[in-house]
């Protein structure tokens, strides 16, 4: 019954993801994404508040987009603008908010996305924890599930099946897995996850602020030839080593299998490619994303050892 809700769960947030609102992207007439050439930065359509950068309004009015019916992101609130369905009206629109006050607060938007990072990531460590835990629990077992796959690998009758599948839940009995909880702790803390990120990409302010001589809207391919290019090279060998590292404490253990070794290489270049054609307050978030992660799965690992727990 437990494992039954969990799956309801899961069913409902993707349904919720699935059916309301998220973030768009502002195209021209020959559907291309409109970009700010200055910045580098690919502008949103359905943005929630007015930008103030000049080039950016005038793309967006080229558009068609009426920036001037939008509220200032000063005065923006939660119940500003048109409903746009239950997923912005809970999740989005709320964050978005907190981002601004936050922001306005502290004096600058970069650092209120890296608190907010911060405090999202603590509320949803209990799941985080248990999904780490699942996951070192699963190297542990892997020699003995790599064993029996190799075992049954060339047989595909019915009742060889079957012993493979008996012979997989006794490993995963004997060392406390459960197969489906993994994924259900994982996908319980996604829409928070996603719902930030679309927060920050459809609040313009946040983008036209400035971290550490970095402009946020600008991205590390167009800062590189700024007078500040040392922060954009900084920013791009943060992204690469946080998300190597990230990646490969991830692994599930099978250090046998020369595509798992490949594995964070080629997933870090993939990401490194992509980071160059983000706003830098994309890469912030990521990289802070990244560390925070790789926190949480040291803490587990220690507690881990000190309780005995494996």
């Known amino acids: 019954m437990k494992k039954q809700n969990k799956l309801k769960i899961v069913v409902i947030l993707l349904l919720l993801l699935i059916t309301t609102g998220c973030t768009t992207t ?24 007015q930008p103030t950068n000049k080039e950016n309004i005038k793309l967006y009015k080229e558009n068609g987009v009426n920036v001037d019916k939008l ?5 923006f609130k939660i119940t ?17 908010f907190v981002l601004l006050w936050l922001g ?5 938007y970069a650092v209120s996305l890296i608190i907010i990072s911060i405090i999202i990531r603590l509320i949803a460590f209990p799941i ?11 190297k542990k077992a892997q020699p003995e599930i790599e064993k029996i796959t190799n075992k049954y690998k060339d047989r595909q009758d019915q009742e060889s099946m079957m012993r493979q599948s008996q012979e997989m839940m006794m490993v995963y009995k004997k060392y406390n897995i459960s197969p489906m909880s993994g994924c259900v702790f994982a996908m319980l803390q996604l829409p928070l996850f996603i719902a930030f990120f679309e927060a920050v990409q459809r609040t ?13 809207g600008t991205t590390p391919m167009i800062g590189v030839s700024s007078s500040t290019f040392i922060a954009y090279i900084i920013l791009m060998i943060l992204i690469a080593a946080t998300t190597f590292y990230s990646f490969k404490m991830n692994l599930t253990g099978n250090t046998t299998d020369p595509s798992m070794k ?11 490619i992509t980071a160059l054609f983000m706003p830098s307050a994309l890469g912030i978030y990521w990289v802070t994303s990244n ?20």
């Open 26 to 49: 502002l195209v021209d007439d020959d559907k291309q994404p409109v970009k700010n050439e200055q910045t580098g930065q690919n502008l949103t359509e359905n943005i929630i508040c």
């Open 71 to 75: 509220p200032t992101c000063d005065e």
């Open 80 to 96: 500003s603008g048109k409903y746009e369905g239950l997923w912005t009206s809970i999740f989005v629109k709320p964050l978005a």
């Open 104 to 108: 306005r607060l502290v004096g600058n």
């Open 128 to 138: 985080t924890r248990k999904t780490a835990l699942q996951s070192e629990l699963l």
């Open 204 to 216: 313009p302010a946040i983008f036209e602020d400035k971290f550490l001589g970095m402009q946020l």
């Open 262 to 272: 490949m594995m964070p290489i080629m997933m870090s270049g993939i990401i490194i």
């Open 291 to 310: 560390l925070l992660t790789i926190i949480q799965n040291i803490v587990v690992k220690r507690s881990k050892e000190v309780h005995g727990k494996a």
